[in-house]
């Protein structure tokens, strides 16, 4: 249609605008009419450049760290061109095929009049043009008499795009959320930091924007960056309040004080669609009749008696509640709905100086990084190794356990936070704030576990997964010796399996940390495999393993233990007609980003069910 893609333009750092810069700089043109071999630079409208991705290149193999752009060139833009920068484009097009559509469409001869030929389809390319640069989802008012009802339960980013998608087509929506909204969460959790109480529905899990809220808010996905539904996803956190920067970078980050605002954006846009919207608000039970949800029962979170419990009729019930749900998944049990165990992964948390990172990615480049203010970013690391080892029981060859062992969720110049739902259980994550200036790098080094894992425990059932985690991180929580301080090693004494080190290096965990064997605590075959991962980590980056390196216990909630299998027709729960199981509590997104486009898609997905829409999905 137009548009050519122009990727891997290098813009050397010293040229670079700034990182905020996301339009079409000198310097980028330059490289521009470098790869188009365009000889004056000055001469190509900048207006015909749109920048879709910049991501910092900082690999050894190059002489100079880079940005990298990718660019799009809408070639309709370029007719603003003289006409004799119009020969040179036409001949280089017969050189190389550059105009691409123009072939496809066997057109070939004066490049001015086959662009104007061309241009007879800009009416249906604007249109479309339009519907892409809708921030918001748009969809069709709902004009019938009854509103279907449906209740969304969990406010994370699932929840939330399920009830702008199903709000916007016109459903009547109850978004119940166990949690508080962020200013009260916000205060549960400093109150947590500071004071070590854990309020049981208000933490890192839970409360308004589910466990992304008080994270790193890294927007990376595996999904693929140029998916449509990604980008929609990325346009509508702008319109609440992202910088446009998200759309562009090629590793979007937000941070929590850009979360925290953005999310009373959306919850404001929310109730002006209508949508109830009720905090402290737990969903215990299902009202089922026959094979069809036809509500849930609700209790407020704060209060344990039974007394305040309420029933309130729906037509569908989105169930978007998170890994952290336990209870849920047991009440989901108790109603048989299909859910079965998965694999998932766990490991330890990894911790060092960020300026040991920085030096080990960018060496000579390092001093550039002033805590997040300077054109380079602080310097991360994603790191990954199978690892084949004897099963230790057996010591048998015949019975190799391949593994995945990785780094996950990454934040550099963050801090390791305590996610215990739980006061007897002990788990942590990392998050950071948009400058991400901490003196801290902290990773999750973690290894898969499948049901063998959880068979050598003599766990059963759908839920050995949850089950598994939660023996460990009870583990932790005695080795650390309870008030939720965290077991910590070096990961050189972690190398060797000893504790040398008894007086630990400072951490960024603010409730307190105590040096202890970490091999002491999970099945012999995952310490193995993460002590072999590790050591593999060092050679690719050189200096990973030192003294100064601490490795904090547990990390287990790394994505669910379970899938609340959907029928991919209808989205509908197996065995439960009604109920819509969505989100990475199902087993079906793993981050902030996928799940947000699972939660759009499974909206889409319920409303052409209610016959509120009639697109495709
Ligand atoms: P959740 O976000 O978990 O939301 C579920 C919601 O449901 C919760 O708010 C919970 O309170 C509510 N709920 C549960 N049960 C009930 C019930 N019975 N009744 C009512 N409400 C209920 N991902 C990234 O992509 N980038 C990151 O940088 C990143 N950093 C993270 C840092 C931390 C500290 C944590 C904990 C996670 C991080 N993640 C990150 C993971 C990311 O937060 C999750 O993948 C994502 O939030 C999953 O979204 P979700 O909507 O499926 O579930």
């Known amino acids: 249609e137009g548009v050519w893609r122009l990727s891997r333009l290098g813009v050397c750092v010293h040229e670079d605008p700034g990182k905020d810069f996301w339009g079409v700089s000198e310097a980028l043109l330059k490289e521009i009419a470098r790869v188009l071999e365009f000889p004056v630079a000055s001469m190509l409208p900048p207006e015909a450049f749109t920048v879709v991705r910049k991501s910092f290149d900082a690999r050894k193999l190059q002489k100079e760290p880079k940005f990298v752009y990718t660019v799009d060139m809408d070639v309709r833009k370029l007719l603003s061109l003289e006409p004799r920068t119009w020969e040179f484009i036409s001949e280089l097009d017969q050189k190389a095929g550059f105009i691409e559509f123009l072939h496809h469409d066997s057109i070939s001869g004066d490049l001015m009049s086959t662009i104007r030929n061309h241009r007879k389809i800009d ?64 205060r549960d959790i400093g109150a947590l930091v500071v004071r070590r109480i854990l309020q049981l529905e208000s933490n890192f899990c839970f409360g308004e924007g589910g466990a992304g809220t008080w994270s790193d808010g890294k927007l990376v996905t595996r999904i693929g960056r140029n998916n449509s539904s990604v980008l929609t996803v990325m346009k509508t956190l702008v319109h609440f309040g992202a910088p446009c920067s998200i759309l562009v970078d090629g590793k979007p980050h937000l941070g929590t004080d850009r979360l925290v605002p953005l999310l009373r954006n959306f919850r404001g846009y929310l109730q002006e669609l209508g949508v109830t919207i009720r905090f402290g608000t737990r969903v215990d039970d299902l009202l089922v ?33 998170g890994h952290s749900a336990r209870d849920t998944y047991h009440m989901l049990l108790s109603h048989n709905v299909d859910v079965v165990r998965k694999d998932f992964a766990v490991g330890l948390r990894i911790e060092h100086p960020q300026e040991l990172i920085n030096n080990i990615q960018y060496s000579g480049l390092a001093s550039e990084v002033q805590s997040g203010r300077g054109k380079v970013p602080v310097a991360d690391y994603q790191v990954a190794e199978y690892v084949n080892l004897r099963d230790a029981d057996t010591l048998s060859n015949s019975d190799l356990t391949s593994r995945s062992c990785y780094s996950f969720c990454m934040c550099p110049g963050g801090q390791v936070v305590l ?56 583990k932790a929580a005695l080795m650390g010796g309870g008030n939720f301080v965290v077991p910590v090693q070096t990961a050189t004494d972690f190398l060797e399996n000893r504790l040398s080190v008894t007086s630990v290096p400072p951490s960024s965990y603010r409730l307190g940390v105590k040096a202890a064997n970490l091999h002491k605590l999970f099945p012999v075959r995952v310490t193995e495999a ?88």
């Open 123 to 186: 009416d249906t390319a604007s249109v479309r043009e339009e519907v892409h640069s809708n921030h918001v989802i748009r969809g069709y008012k709902f004009p019938a008499t009854r509103r279907p009802k449906v209740v969304v339960v969990g406010s994370g980013p699932s929840g939330l795009f399920a009830s702008l998608v199903l709000a916007e087509v016109g459903a009547e929506v109850t978004l119940i959320e166990r949690g508080q909204a962020v200013e009260q969460r916000g």
């Open 289 to 321: 009749k026959g094979e069809h949800i036809v509500g849930v029962k609700i209790s407020d979170s704060r209060d344990l008696s039974d007394a305040c419990c309420q029933k309130l009729g729906c037509d569908a019930v989105v169930l978007a509640v």
């Open 419 to 474: 996610t215990s739902t739980d006061p007897s259980e002990l788990c942590i994550n990392g998050m950071s704030f948009s400058r991400r200036s901490s003196r801290w790098a902290n990773a999750a080094l973690v290894v898969t576990v499948s049901s063998k894992d959880f068979d050598a425990l003599n766990l059963s059932g759908p839920l050995a997964g949850v089950e598994f985690q939660r023996t460990f991180e009870r």
């Open 530 to 617: 993460l002590q072999h991962a590790v050591s593999m980590f060092d050679k690719e980056l050189p200096g990973f393993v030192s003294n100064n390196a601490l490795l904090h216990g547990v990390e287990t909630r790394t994505s669910s233990p379970v899938h609340i299998t959907r029928r991919s027709d209808t989205w509908e729960s197996t065995n439960l007609k009604g109920l819509y199981p969505i989100g990475e509590g199902a087993g079906y997104a793993g981050g902030i980003v996928s799940a947000a486009v699972d939660g759009m898609h499974a909206g889409f997905a319920i409303a052409r069910n209610l016959g509120l829409y009639d697109g495709s999905i």
